[in-house]
């Protein structure tokens, strides 16, 4: 009696592609072990777009994570140099006062428009202090709490007249820097907001490119 022949695994004796099966199973290759072969193939192509996904969703939240932790460092940095310049035992700007008014007075002359005074200079300036304030608030807070930015800025900016008010007799505490200061906040505020935005995006794009990566692999035919 002749031996029995094993024929070799075709395509019709797996449920998996033809391709995976010419790829990855010789056809000296024992049967079983072709199918376990096989098997695990078609796992590792069926997990494959969810670990994309899971890495596109991981970049994200490292993006978020990167941004919180700068924030954090920049606002120790910021909240020092804020105390710093409004507690000054005198005027943070006496020693440029003069050269600064001569500056004013020269480009009034040379055609620069009435209202680039000192006091706009000073009330700019006020503003431009305030903006990381709005922004650092916003950013670590989260953008549900964005009012945070202005009202912060507010609170703080009341805080530090009050202190100047009491504790400090050679300077001078005004109203019109608390408008000032609260401005800078809203416009940090809005520049926070759009710091969010741009994350938003980078993430939006991040998972589109991996959807029509996964959309665009072959489908596996059963």
């Given at each position: 009696?002749s ?21 990855t199973c ?15 193939t ?30 954090l ?5 910021y ?23 001569r ?20 009330f ?17 807070a ?6 945070l ?15 100047q ?31 969010f ?26």
């Amino acid at each position: 009696m002749s031996p029995i022949r094993r024929r070799a695994p075709s395509t019709r004796d797996s449920p998996y592609t033809a391709v995976q099966t010419r790829s990855t199973c010789s056809p000296a290759a024992p049967f079983a072990a072709c199918i376990i072969h096989c098997r695990c193939t078609a796992t590792r192509n069926e997990t494959m777009p969810a670990t994309l996904l899971h890495a596109a969703r991981r970049h994200a939240i490292l993006d978020r994570l990167a941004v919180h932790r700068a924030a954090l460092l920049l606002s120790v940095l910021y909240a020092v140099a804020l105390a710093l310049i409004a507690f000054w035992p005198t005027p943070v700007d006496r020693a440029g006062h003069d050269t600064l008014q001569r500056s004013l007075a020269w480009l009034q002359v040379h055609g620069a428009p009435g209202w680039l005074t000192y006091g706009m200079v000073e009330f700019a300036s006020n503003i431009v202090l305030f903006i990381p304030a709005g922004l650092l608030v916003v950013v670590l807070a989260g953008a549900r709490f964005w009012w945070l930015g202005p009202v912060g800025g507010l609170l703080g900016s009341a805080a530090i007249e009050l202190g100047q008010l009491v504790l400090l007799p050679a300077r001078t505490a005004s109203a019109r820097d608390i408008v000032a200061n609260t401005s800078g906040a809203i416009i940090g505020t809005v520049l926070a907001l759009l710091v969010f935005g741009v994350l938003a995006l980078r993430s939006s794009r991040r998972m589109r490119r991996v959807t029509a990566s996964i959309n665009a692999r072959p489908a596996r035919v059963r």
